[in-house]
């Protein structure tokens, strides 16, 4: 079964600096790869996501992330936080099937707080 | 649109209870999906439907939770008898095609004491 892993519960950075969150994935194949946001009290929001092609995928909010075959790896960054960007980042896995419907897998989150 | 709809947003109720969360979907949509949210499990998927028909209920935690969608617009989830440990934030998800792209409730927030 696939699964997610994202190593870091929670990162703080400075207002300004560059961020970098971490997903690992396991499953044999490529799957779909993808990540969302959740605002406290607030239900998950869609910033990306990766199916194929470009390896570089741009997402909202100035996110982006990079899949890594490799490492099996889809880590979201950006370039310069901003203190609205503190929240909580989810990575999810769907296996790829072509038959047009999906279940995500969820990693368990990281918390993003930021300093002014 | 408004979005996904659930109600209430916060229910709190005493052990062997029942309890109905409700969700209405984005119109159009075709797939539902009922999550519940823990600080030990994360997300976890309980049951989706497509066309209103039940999918996969494999994530389903025992037969007091139930979920039904009488319609395109409404469906809800029922566990018939609350235990404390049902306590999480219950989401509601609909999405056009499957899983590219599902929109989020707000959620539930249910405390069982």
């Known amino acids: 079964a696939q699964s997610v892993t994202q190593p870091d519960i929670h990162i703080t950075v400075s207002e300004g600096a560059s961020l970098e969150l971490r997903c690992n994935y396991s499953?044999?194949?490529?799957?779909?790869l993808f990540w969302y946001v959740q605002s406290p009290g607030q239900g998950l929001q869609l910033l990306l996501k990766?199916?194929?092609?470009?390896?570089l995928v741009q997402g909202i909010k100035g996110f982006e992330a990079e899949f890594k075959r490799s490492q099996s790896s889809f880590n979201l960054r950006k370039p310069s936080v901003h203190w609205s960007d503190a929240a909580e980042y989810f990575c999810?896995?769907?296996?790829?099937?072509?038959?047009?419907?999906?279940?995500?897998?969820f990693g368990k989150g990281t918390k993003l707080s930021v300093i002014p | 649109d408004a979005g996904v709809i659930q109600s209430p947003r916060h229910e709190v109720t005493e052990m062997g209870q029942e309890v109905t969360l409700r969700c209405k979907p984005i119109?159009?949509?075709?797939?539902l999906f009922w999550y519940r949210q823990t600080m030990m499990r994360g997300l976890e998927l309980l049951i989706y439907?497509?066309?209103?028909?039940?999918?996969?209920d494999s994530g389903m935690p025992e037969d007091r939770f139930s979920a039904k969608m009488p319609n395109a617009s409404f469906s809800t989830l029922k566990i018939q008898p609350s235990e404390p440990r049902d306590s999480a934030v219950y989401f509601c998800?609909?999405?056009?095609?499957?899983?590219?792209?599902?929109?989020f409730g707000s959620g539930t927030q249910l405390s069982v004491l």
């Open positions: 998800a609909s999405s056009l095609g499957g899983g590219e792209k599902l929109f």
């Open positions: 499953y044999g194949a490529t799957p779909y």
């Open positions: 990766y199916f194929s092609g470009d390896t």
């Open positions: 999810a896995v769907v296996p790829y099937s072509g038959a047009g419907s999906y279940q995500l897998t």
């Open positions: 119109s159009g949509h075709d797939y």
């Open positions: 439907f497509n066309n209103n028909v039940p999918i996969d």
